[in-house]
Nanobody, 122 residues
Framework: QVQLVESGGGLVQAGGSLRLSCAAS????????MGWFRQGLGKEREFVAA????????HYADSVKGRFTISRDNAKNTVYLQMNTLKPEDTAVYYC???????????????WGQGTQVTVSS
């Protein structure tokens, strides 16, 4: 079992930045590839970014490529999502998730955090 807790969400103006953190407990985070997903009001949960166990490879949704950066610190059992040049359409609840394989589909992830709200005002 892996317990995940996100933090760092909040209200920011368009063009601003936020850094989300996802702290893991229960098992060593280095055993898992990690992903960030988001779910806007009335929308389906969608992939944002993923990172391999070592952090050597990453993948991003086209909508955030060049603006968001996923990273991890396995020594601290923490994964991050740096979000720059935020847009109102980035408003959503952001979730981190853990998986045994590197994936972008929601169904491939086994463990989920409770989510953190990000609101971008125009």
């Amino acid at each position: 079992q892996v317990q995940l807790v996100e933090s760092g969400g909040g209200l920011v103006q368009a063009g601003g930045s936020l850094r989300l953190s996802c702290a893991a407990s229960g098992r060593t985070l280095s055993n898992y590839a990690m992903g960030w997903f988001r779910q806007g009001l009335g929308k389906e949960r969608e992939f944002v970014a993923a990172i391999t166990r070592s952090g050597g490879s990453t993948h991003y949704a086209d909508s955030v490529k060049g603006r968001f950066t996923i990273s991890r610190d396995n020594a601290k059992n923490t994964v991050y999502l740096q979000m720059n040049t935020l847009k109102p359409e980035d408003t959503a609840v952001y979730y981190c998730a853990a998986t045994r394989i590197f994936a972008i589909q929601v169904r491939e992830y086994d463990y989920w955090g409770q989510g953190t709200q990000v609101t971008v005002s125009s």
